[in-house]
């Protein structure tokens, strides 16, 4: 595993980051961070907020339910958006960053479409670049706020994934490349609806795609289009465990094992998600 310090820039001056020794990366303002020893940086602003991101159980729970190919479908939408802009493009090697990447699955199986692509494996949680970072070891990991000034440079994003995590229209828009592509994925109401009834998960407010596009659009990324994937899967017990201890849900309440213990037999679950594709609003549409 190493770090590729093109992408970086230091979180606290915004100066370009270079390796320094083996271990440490610093910039010309003298700031230093070391790269632990699973092989990512931590690069967070002065007096980050104790925002963690999502635990080990959660993360676990999550890569359970991915390996199961419970969401290939979304996996294979968004490659299908990225191999479409690579080929559009011509690029020879692209530079992906997967902004909140959790266990790194979505980028684990994009790299096997386009393996001479870069990637960047960014969350907040350390637990989910180290876990992100086994999958790909390739990639360049980044413990860093999503909600703050981004410490990668202007510019240097040629898809950037966002995939159910936070979104930050300013920044997204500042790190990607004029000609470069954003994928976001939002679920709809209809996504996992049968265990919301249940009380297992928290609702999706309606519109939310709508309202995403509208807020990148005040950052200058416009939306150039949206695929739908909806399906549903048969879900036993345990696999209903995973979709409500995976997400946020995990820390509101109930979680599905208290709430759905007795319903033993396989449900029919929902998936439903939009796959939206942004471009800065001068770049010229292909
Ligand atoms: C619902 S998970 C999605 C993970 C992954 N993209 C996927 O779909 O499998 C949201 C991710 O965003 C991360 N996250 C939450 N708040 C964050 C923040 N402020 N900055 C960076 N990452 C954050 C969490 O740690 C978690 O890995």
Redesign the pocket.
């Known amino acids: 595993m190493s770090i590729d310090s093109t992408w970086l820039r230091c979180p606290n001056c915004f100066l370009d980051l270079a390796e320094v020794d083996g271990r440490v990366f610093g910039c010309a303002a003298g700031h230093r961070y070391d790269r632990a020893k699973q092989g990512y940086l931590t690069l967070l602003p002065p007096k980050a907020p104790r ?4 635990d080990r159980e ?2 676990q729970a ?1 890569s359970a339910l ?1 390996d199961g190919g419970a ?1 290939a479908r ?1 996996a294979a939408a968004i490659t299908d958006a990225v191999v479409e802009q690579h080929t559009l493009g011509g690029r020879s090697a692209l530079r992906i960053a ?9 980028s684990t199986v994009l790299s096997q479409a386009v393996p001479e692509a870069d990637f960047l494996l ?4 350390p ?2 670049v180290r876990m992100s970072l086994r999958a790909l070891p390739s990639a360049t990991g980044v413990v ?5 000034p981004l410490p990668l440079r202007d510019g240097v994003v040629d898809v950037a ?6 979104r930050n229209g300013v920044e997204f828009a500042r790190v990607l490349d004029s000609s470069g592509l954003l994928i976001v ?1 939002v679920p709809t109401t209809a996504h996992l609806q049968e265990l919301r009834l249940t009380g297992a998960l928290l609702d999706v407010p309606a519109g939310k795609s709508d309202r995403v596009a509208e807020q990148l659009s005040e950052s200058g990324l416009v939306l150039r289009s949206t695929t739908s994937v909806e399906y549903t899967f048969s879900a036993d017990a345990a696999t209903r465990n995973l979709l409500a201890n ?3 849900s995990a820390h509101h309440g109930d979680s599905l094992s208290s709430t759905d213990a007795r319903a033993v037999e396989p449900v029919d679950v929902t998936v439903s998600v939009e796959v939206l594709s942004f471009e800065h609003s001068t770049a010229v549409p292909a």
């Open positions: 925002t963690v991101g999502d959660m993360l999550r991915l969401y979304i997967d902004l909140g990447c959790g266990t790194g699955h979505y960014a969350d907040r949680s637990d989910a860093l706020d999503l909600w703050r994934l966002n995939v159910f995590a936070p994925v995976m997400g946020p």
